[in-house]
């Protein structure tokens, strides 16, 4: 099973911006996404990326992020601008189970570890 390795968290001020990065252990020829969960809360989804470049973004961030893919790196990317504080939460990339774009966490079959981003007001 392919694993995934999260990267690029930190405590980060309003307005700071960072870049998240999931380095995986081999190719993925399939969409890839990010999820967040906040304490107490459900993990959400963030954005997705198919496996041609397509991309979709939750509400709650689109404008402010940006999911990107380097296929002969294997890794994807999430960069993060005009961070607030309810993006506060640990962050997870995942393997979606086809090429298109899903959005639902049971589309996906692997995940990371999580990596932590705190945004200070």
């Known amino acids: 099973q392919v694993q995934l390795v999260e990267s690029g968290g930190g405590l980060v001020q309003a307005g700071d911006s960072l870049r998240l990065s999931c380095a995986t252990s081999g190719r993925i020829f399939s969409s890839m996404g990010w999820f967040r969960q906040a304490p107490g809360t459900e993990r959400e989804f963030v954005a997705s990326?198919?496996?041609?470049?397509?991309?979709y973004y939750a509400d709650s961030v689109k404008g402010r992020f940006t999911i990107s893919r380097d296929n002969a790196k294997n890794t994807v990317y999430l960069q993060m601008n005009s961070l607030k504080p309810e993006d506060t939460a640990v962050y997870y990339c995942a393997v979606g189970k086809g090429l298109d774009i899903v959005t639902m966490a049971g589309a996906f079959v692997s995940w990371g570890q999580g990596t932590q981003v705190t945004v200070s007001s």
């Open positions: 990326i198919s496996w041609t470049g397509g991309r």
